[in-house]
């Protein structure tokens, strides 16, 4: 790895601030979320993470061969709809030498927007620890492996939503509407159906 990248990548993870409010924002068995179609209040279900494991992007990936974590999350409560669930990812971006200061302010708040969740969901300062110290694609590799370990079986309050595929997803023939994590709150904060 060239000098310029390491010196970029060494110590960027170690100066974003989890964003605290990260995430914030019909198909066969989506997870309902309107009211009228009998999803809990505000769409919010107790669920938890299986089948987690970390990846690496295809090499038609915009970064080829990057490192992001896939999990499963199913439903705990309301228990009409246990253990039904859907996948979801923690891609963290890899800064850049060659950003300009545009893509920079991008990497760094989609950065920060991951973080938070991970401290929503593993409790303060979880993602700081878990990603402060990775200097290139290889220890990011190895602090996602770490994450696994402690974010399988981990419960959290998730608000749910649907998403439509956009023209590129169509494109590779995802056609339905899928489940998306829109925010998370710790576990503590579920209040029952």
């Not at 309107?34 to 990846?55: C, I, Q, T, W």
């Not at 409560?77 to 923690?90: I, K």
Request: net charge negative; proline share 6%.
């Amino acid at each position: 790895m060239a000098k310029a990248t390491k010196s970029v990548i060494e110590s960027f993870y170690s100066t974003i601030t989890p964003d605290a409010n990260a995430g914030a924002s019909e198909g066969p068995r989506l997870l309902p979320v309107k009211a009228s179609d009998g999803a809990p209040r505000k769409a919010l279900y107790l669920m938890e993470f299986h089948n987690l494991e970390v990846k690496r992007s295809g090499p038609n990936a915009a970064t080829p061969n990057f490192p992001y974590i896939n999990a499963r999350l199913a439903v705990v409560e309301p228990d009409c709809f246990e253990n039904r669930g859907f996948f979801t990812m923690f891609y963290i971006p890899m800064p850049k030498a060659d950003a300009d200061a545009k893509e920079q302010a991008r990497i760094t708040a989609n950065t920060a927007r991951v973080m938070g969740q991970i401290d929503r969901i593993l409790g303060e300062g979880a993602a700081l620890e878990a990603l402060g110290e990775v200097e290139d694609v290889e220890s990011l590799a190895d602090a996602l492996s770490d994450l696994v370990a402690d974010l399988e079986g981990e419960r959290a309050v998730v608000e749910v939503g649907v998403q439509k595929p956009n023209e590129k997803q169509i494109a590779l023939g995802y056609t339905e509407p899928k489940n998306v994590v829109k925010q998370y709150f710790g576990a503590d904060t579920w209040e029952g159906e």
